[in-house]
């Protein structure tokens, strides 16, 4: 599937052998720029993702993000509907052609929480975090890591079913570290690809003997997790302010008091981002532990939640 492609027109192309018809610039991310396009057949639309490859390694890591996504066939993980290779005068495009979720992600609704002042009611965090937790179990029990998890790589369908999106970080799990040459490898490559906000501790300064595993992701859910309850992210503010996140993240976070979320949802948080990796729960314990809460739930009793 998807190496056949022709650009028909200027707002049409053809990804094997159907033709979808440009709609509008839905985003533009750091690696790639996303279309709203419609299918002529079916009349759905889809999220067109462009991403430019400069050179061989650019090409190389696209194919990786398409088998990433032929690897789950998941609620909580985006599925690809078909890919293709363009060539033109010189330049290298990717095409991924991926259902579109048009409530937009996680990040977009928190902000417009922000904006409204009001908040998630806790049922509703509960509820979403469960679906990202079962996406990443599927990803975690294939031995892959996502390794960018953040609110803006979450999107939300209509019923509020989160889905884990962009793969194009995603790598084995189990990474080795042998010697001073390798870590700093790792180190470079988390710079580049991994959000400085949502990065795990490991990931800052790569020990020479080694192993670097899914703990990362867990890391990155603590982060999504004080993000839904706080409406931004544990270090965003460290960030946008130029102090050093990789100093921050060496202490354990702080839960802003008085804090209207149940003691049981602020100790999950508290025991998920915890800075040794050794130390930090595994997805699912994790999961069992947002079931139960989920079991204990009383329900919102903030009328400015939603
Ligand atoms: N299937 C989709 N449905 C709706 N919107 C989408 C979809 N895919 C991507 N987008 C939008 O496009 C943006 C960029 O997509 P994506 O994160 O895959 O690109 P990227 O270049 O890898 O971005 P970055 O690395 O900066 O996170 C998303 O944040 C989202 O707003």
Not at 37 to 61: M, P, S, T, W
Not at 128 to 151: M, N, T
Not at 235 to 248: E, M, P, R, T
């Amino acid at each position: 599937m998807g190496q056949s492609l022709c650009i028909c027109s200027r707002s049409a192309i053809t990804i094997d052998n159907k033709r979808y018809y440009f709609i509008q610039k839905l985003d533009e991310g750091g690696f790639s720029y996303v279309d709203l396009v419609e299918g002529a057949q079916d009349g759905r639309f889809y999220a067109l993702k462009r991403i430019l490859c400069h050179d061989r390694e650019g090409r190389n890591e696209a194919q990786t993000e398409v088998e990433m996504h032929r690897l789950f066939s998941h609620p909580n993980i985006l599925s690809l509907t078909g890919h293709a290779f363009t060539e033109r005068s010189g330049k290298s495009e990717a095409w991924l052609l991926l259902p579109y979720i048009s409530k937009g992600s996680l990040w977009s609704v928190l902000e417009k929480m922000r904006d409204k002042g009001s908040s998630m009611a806790e049922s509703r965090v509960l509820h979403v975090l469960r679906g990202i937790c079962e996406g990443l179990k599927a990803i975690h029990d294939k031995g892959y890591a996502h390794r960018d998890l953040k609110p803006t790589n979450v999107l939300l369908e209509e019923n509020d079913r989160p889905v884990l999106m962009d793969l194009g970080s995603m790598n084995k799990a189990r990474i080795e570290v042998r010697g001073s040459r390798e870590a700093m490898t790792i180190q470079d490559w988390a710079a580049q690809r991994c959000t400085i906000s949502y990065r795990a501790p490991e990931l800052f300064n790569v020990e020479s003997h080694c192993i670097i595993d899914e703990k990362t992701d867990i890391w990155s859910l603590g982060c999504v997790l004080y993000c839904m309850m706080m409406l931004e992210g544990p270090y965003d503010l460290i960030f946008q302010k130029g102090d050093s996140v990789a100093l921050a993240v060496q202490n354990p976070v702080t839960i802003p008091q008085p804090c209207s979320y149940s003691a049981g949802l602020q100790n999950l948080l508290s025991s998920i981002m915890v800075t040794n990796p050794q130390e930090r729960p595994d997805i699912n314990w994790v999961l069992e532990q947002v079931k139960s809460l989920q079991g204990s739930d009383a329900g919102p009793v903030d009328t400015n939640r939603v």
